[in-house]
């Protein structure tokens, strides 16, 4: 006998199909059935009645462990129980006369007949399969779903309890309910064969569990201390979460699409996806191009690259000096377009194969593109490399500033810590713009509208504590929103620096270190008339001082971070060494001698003579130099690590 090359198709749909463990059981089924239904040369010890006689077996098994499931099904719905032994029922049947067809056609293989019946049997006994296991299936999902209401249940009594005693019981009941659940949701996950609503269902149980810790304290201080507006706001808050990740979680379980899910936000970031279709535009045959078509398109395109990159240039954090590279790439990229255009013109219906005027063109343009896209990211990096250098002090002063009970400085820390977070939040965005690392892109544009949501949280939460300095329950609340925070904002870093290469990070930490030094050398130099100036030149020396050690200990952890996803070698071991002389020995010794000169500036600067002066910007010169150049140590151990790897 010859094996067909032609396979008959199951008549149900596959997309039906959700978990692993039902795509298995029907996989391994469809095997049994097609070594019948197809012909092909017998392996050695087979035999024709032996093939039957498996899928028999394979049925019986199967119907074994329907009829077990069936008894153990934890569904009070006797109905629900009926539609899975009807469903079983139709497996019983079609499996018998799959059996029965199977041994006809062994009979005479060359009948086209026997051949048909036992294919639309088998093609019955999969679809009725297929039936039941998705029925079953939904059994487990309808389980789920269940359990997670039962969640919002004990959360909406929650939100009524008036007591601190039932607020307790309930949060009890809530947590035993949540890690019970959780247990399922986590099998579910493993079990899920669509990565997207995998990742989805992922985020919203994260969200879940993250939440559960706030709504218990926000829901303690509002029952303790309800005529305050902010303790009502953080419940809300804190209970919305709650019930939009259990909301979510139940959409996904029943195959919907759930509100702002997590996957939704894995979309390229605008500019490199203008940059992928300029570059891909550009090349084509000459003979296809025609001006009145190609010409206008790729200069749109092109248009809208530098409108972007425009942005970026114009932004806040962007230095003078690349605001100026930005523009005058933008301007290369035009020069070489319309030489490009200018070639394509030339050749018009012509076809020379010695003429490389036109490959020659779309590679200047390629080269002026990247030349573009590096200053671009650059760019972007100054931003990351500011807005992260410090993301814990603006939240520590304004707790501080709460715990003292004074409402007027809590409100000025207030707005401070807005501002530093809109900036963290707008750099993340500005992080996407030229990215194409859709995963990375999902997660920080997911993690930046957490944090969104959580900055006036934060704030209000402050001002709860402003107001109940010595409420337990007020401090308890704060510390939650604390802890979120800085968990939220160390995810947020971790996946930018991920996005960052390394190279253009250190480049950017190497100038603006330099920078940093310039601006403590102004402060030094400049000389003041008064206290007031030269307390002012004092704060900017110190804030120098300070940029230059969280520059260095932001390279610490970010090439620390790189090296652990290395596989370790001699080369990785000598980037550590250099990692850990920064951190352990240069960044101490800076310090140190930064604040001795800080305190030097602050007691006696006004009385400083000319020489005294130069005598201090070339200690504060030494001491600088102390960190940069470990800095540049760092970067040659990497480019030696990267030259190892490339050979």
Not at 582 to 589: A, G, P, R, V, Y
Request: with cysteine.
């Amino acid at each position: 006998m010859v094996r067909s090359s032609h396979q008959q198709q199951p008549f149900f749909n596959f997309d039906q199909v959700k978990s692993k463990t039902v795509m298995d059981l029907i996989t391994k089924l469809i095997n049994e059935v097609t070594n019948i239904t197809e012909t092909y040369p017998l392996e050695k010890g087979e035999t024709a009645e032996g093939l039957v006689q498996a899928v028999d077996s394979a049925v019986a098994r199967f119907l074994a462990m329907g009829e077990q499931a069936i008894a153990s099904c934890p569904v009070a719905n006797e109905a629900v129980r009926q539609n899975l032994r009807e469903a079983l029922a139709d497996v019983k049947d079609s499996g018998q006369a799959m059996v029965h067809y199977a041994r006809e056609f062994i009979r005479d293989s060359t009948s086209s007949q026997r051949r048909a019946a036992a294919v639309q049997a088998g093609r019955k006994l999969l679809h009725d399969v297929a039936k039941f296991l998705i029925a079953a299936d939904s059994v487990d999902v309808a389980i789920l779903v269940e359990g997670l209401d039962r969640v919002k249940h004990e959360l909406n009594r929650l939100r009524k309890a008036e007591s601190k005693m039932e607020v307790e019981e309930i949060c009890q009941v809530l947590n035993t309910q949540i890690e019970e659940v959780d247990v399922t949701i986590r099998k579910r996950i493993s079990e899920l064969i669509d990565n997207q609503q995998r990742d989805d269902l992922l985020a919203a149980r994260g969200t879940l569990r993250s939440s559960l810790p706030l709504v218990y304290a926000t829901t303690k201080a509002f029952v303790r201390h309800p005529e305050n507006d902010e303790s009502r706001q953080n419940r809300e808050y804190a209970h919305v979460q709650m019930l939009d990740a259990l909301n979510a979680m139940q959409a996904i379980l029943r195959g919907e699409q759930p509100r702002n899910a997590y996957s939704s936000y894995g979309q390229m970031g605008n500019l490199a996806a203008d940059f992928e279709k300029f570059q891909t535009a550009i090349e084509m045959n000459p003979k296809d191009y025609r001006k009145q078509k190609h010409r206008p398109e790729l200069e749109g395109i092109l248009e809208q690259i530098v409108s972007g990159s425009a942005s970026i240039a114009d932004a806040e954090s962007t230095r003078a000096s690349r605001k100026q590279r930005i523009v005058a790439e933008c301007n290369n990229v035009r020069q070489a377009l319309q030489d490009l255009l200018e070639e394509y013109e030339r050749n018009l219906g012509r076809h020379d194969p010695d003429n490389q005027d036109v490959a020659l063109g779309i590679a200047e343009v390629h080269r002026k593109s990247r030349d573009l896209k590096r200053h671009l990211r650059r760019a972007i990096v100054d931003h990351i490399s500011d807005a992260f250098l410090d993301t814990t002090t603006p939240l520590l002063m304004l707790i501080e500033a709460a715990k003292k009970g004074d409402p007027t400085d809590t409100r000025n820390k207030g707005r401070i810590f807005l501002e530093h977070a809109k900036k963290l939040i707008d750099v993340a965005h500005l992080a996407c713009e030229m990215s194409t690392d859709v995963d990375g892109i999902r997660v920080i544009r997911h993690t930046a509208e957490q944090l969104e949501q959580l900055a006036p949280e934060v704030v209000h939460a402050a001002m709860l504590l402003c107001l109940r300095p010595e409420s337990g329950e007020a401090q308890r609340n704060m510390e939650e929103f604390k802890k979120l925070w800085l968990d939220k904002v160390k995810l947020l870093t971790t996946a930018i620096d991920s996005m960052t290469t390394l190279d253009d990070f250190l480049a950017v930490s190497e100038a603006h270190i330099i920078e940093d030094c310039k601006e403590g050398m102004a402060a030094i130099k400049a000389v003041s008339q008064n206290v007031h100036e030269n307390r002012e030149n004092g704060v900017k020396l110190d804030c120098s001082s300070g940029a230059i050690r969280g520059r260095a200990l932001r390279v610490c952890d970010v090439v620390n971070a790189e090296m652990d996803y290395m596989a370790a070698s001699p080369y990785t071991e000598r980037v550590k060494q250099a990692v850990l002389r920064l951190k352990d020995q240069k960044i101490e010794e800076f310090a140190n001698r930064a604040e001795n000169l800080v305190d030097r500036h602050a007691k006696r600067e006004m009385e400083w003579t000319e020489e005294e002066r130069e005598r201090e910007i070339d200690e504060f010169i030494e001491a600088c130099s102390l960190v940069h150049d470990a800095v540049k140590e760092i970067r040659y151990q990497i480019y030696k690590l990267i030259w190892r790897l490339k050979r």
